[in-house]
Structure formats: structure tokens, C-alpha cells
């Protein structure tokens, strides 16, 4: 008896070794801070030319700039402004238009987030157009404050206004989602 309890003692010492083996162990690590909001771009900015330095090549490039507010969007209260920097654009053969954009979101009391990514603009008449963005790399190139050292992508859903385009004008309406992470 002695033995038969002795090698089920070692089996089963045995069987839960071997279960341990095939299970990955994920182990949280309490520094590492994971932040996601959305923000909505909102209302009427006119065009400024500035200089920015594109992070993707490093090189300085005069480009066209909107600051627009940003609202949070279940209260309603303003948390910031976006400059959103159209650093080229070009027309797609569907009338559509795709634009690398450098956004630098200066969210109050918090700090900055600044991305570069591609925005397409689809139209849907009188002059409006969806825009999204939703890329599968993280496009997120600075950031300060609360949000030093984290890493992520930011995320678009809205729509433009483009009807007094002519006039440097757009009118925003996009939801922006912010997804970084910081350790």
C-alpha cells in the first residue's frame, strides 16, 4: 500500500510538472501604464503655413496646419486642441484622397501626443468627405508629461467639410482614439 501511494504521489507530482510545462505564464508588470480615449475634433479652422520637420524622413517641410478644438465626447467639455498638418496629399483614381498626416494632440493638464499616419478622405456629396485611419503599426512619434515613454497608435473615424476649401477653411467633425501604452 505503502508503494502504490508513493508512485501515485510521484505521478501525479509528474503530471502537474508536465502541465505547468504546456501553460504560458503571463505575468503583469505594474509599470507598464496602458491609457485609451477618445477625443473629437470639432468645428471650423483655417489653414496656416508652417515648417515642421516630417518624423518619417527628418526633413523640414513647409505644410498646411489646422488647430481645431478637441471635445471629449461624453461630456461635452473641451480637453484640448489638435494641429493637424496635411504633409502631402494626392487624389485617388476613385476620387478619393489619401494624406500623410502629422496630428499633435495638446490634450490640457495632460500633455502632448503627436502621430503621423495616413488619413483617407472618401466623398459622399456637397463637398463633405469620411475620413478614417486605422493602422496596423504603431504610428504615435512623440509624446510628453503624462504620457512620456509610451507607445501606441491613434485612430480616426469623422468626416470634413471641404465646401470653403478655397478659402483655406475646413470644418471637422472626427473622432480621434488614442491607444498608448507607457512604461
Same mark, same amino acid.
Given at each position: 500500500m505503502m508503494i502504490t501511494i508513493k508512485y501515485t504521489a510521484v505521478l501525479m507530482t509528474l503530471i502537474l510538472l508536465a502541465s505547468c510545462e504546456a501553460q504560458e505564464m503571463t505575468i503583469e508588470d505594474p509599470a507598464q501604464k496602458h491609457t485609451k480615449f477618445t477625443v473629437t475634433a470639432k468645428g471650423p479652422s483655417v489653414g496656416?503655413? $508652417?515648417?515642421?520637420? *516630417?518624423? /518619417?524622413?527628418?526633413?523640414?517641410e513647409e505644410v498646411t496646419c489646422y488647430l481645431v478644438e478637441l471635445i471629449d465626447p461624453s461630456t461635452g467639455e473641451t480637453v484640448g486642441t489638435i494641429e493637424d498638418c496635411d504633409i502631402e496629399t494626392v487624389e485617388l483614381s476613385d476620387g478619393s484622397y489619401?494624406?500623410?498626416?502629422?496630428?499633435?494632440f495638446i490634450l490640457y493638464g495632460r500633455g502632448t501626443i503627436t502621430s503621423r499616419g495616413?488619413?483617407?478622405? $472618401?466623398?459622399?456629396? *456637397?463637398? /463633405?468627405y469620411i475620413t478614417s485611419s486605422n493602422p496596423d503599426y504603431d504610428n504615435?512619434?512623440?509624446?510628453?508629461?503624462?504620457?512620456?515613454g509610451a507607445s501606441g497608435k491613434v485612430m480616426l473615424d469623422g468626416e470634413i467639410d471641404?465646401?470653403?476649401?478655397?478659402?483655406?477653411?475646413?470644418?471637422?467633425?472626427?473622432?480621434?482614439?488614442i491607444d498608448v501604452e507607457s512604461i
Open positions: 496656416q503655413v $508652417k515648417v515642421k520637420t *516630417d518624423p /518619417k524622413t527628418g526633413q523640414q489619401l494624406s500623410q498626416v502629422l496630428s499633435k495616413e488619413v483617407l478622405q $472618401k466623398p459622399i456629396g *456637397d463637398g /463633405k504615435v512619434v512623440d509624446v510628453t508629461s503624462e504620457f512620456a471641404l465646401n470653403q476649401y478655397e478659402n483655406n477653411i475646413i470644418i471637422f467633425n472626427c473622432n480621434f482614439t
